[in-house]
């Protein structure tokens, strides 16, 4: 008996020096395209230095570590939560709660390799599907008018839960 098809096939990606490398699996039963999602939180700004944060959800399960000489480490940044960075290079790549949302990991997208994201000559990218947020738009009240306020698609959160209000 052969196990099922993979939703999708296998993506790659890492931090910027090449130090931590991952592969995420599809396999029949999770879901395709993951989650896609925004955060505007204080703890999301000051830890990427970034404006916002872009995220993909996926189990634990579904992702493998790929180099056996990893600079990854993780960073206690508030209760129960991880962020996960090469500590050669710098480049977040994860966050994970481990109380509140245990088993998931919140994927920086833009750690995802390029030929992902963009594609290659032959037009086989998946970015839209992996970034437009359909997953929501966390800490939406830190929005800055005129800049951040203006991301497209996925609904609108007043704070960082599915479950609370949302600006729409």
Request: hydrophobic content about 30%; glycine content about 14%.
């Amino acid at each position: 008996m052969s196990s099922p098809e993979p939703l999708h096939p296998p993506i790659t990606g890492g931090c910027l020096c090449g130090q931590v490398r991952y592969t995420i699996h599809f396999p029949a039963g999770s879901k395709w395209p993951p989650d896609p999602h925004t955060c505007q939180c204080t703890q999301c700004r000051k830890g990427l230095g970034a404006l916002m944060g872009h995220y993909i959800t996926i189990s634990a399960t579904q992702i493998t570590w790929t180099d056996t000489n990893s600079t990854f480490k993780r960073f206690n940044s508030s209760p129960n939560a991880y962020r996960g960075f090469c500590a050669n290079c710098g480049s977040t790549l994860t966050w994970q709660n481990e109380k509140e949302i245990p088993g998931e990991i919140e994927l920086l997208t833009g750690t995802v390799d390029e030929k992902w994201l963009v594609g290659t000559k032959d037009g086989e990218g998946v970015g839209r599907e992996l970034c437009e947020p359909r997953g929501g738009n966390f800490w939406f009240a830190n929005a800055i008018k005129g800049v951040t306020d203006e991301v497209r698609g996925g609904k609108k959160f007043v704070e960082g839960s599915v479950l609370g209000t949302t600006m729409d």
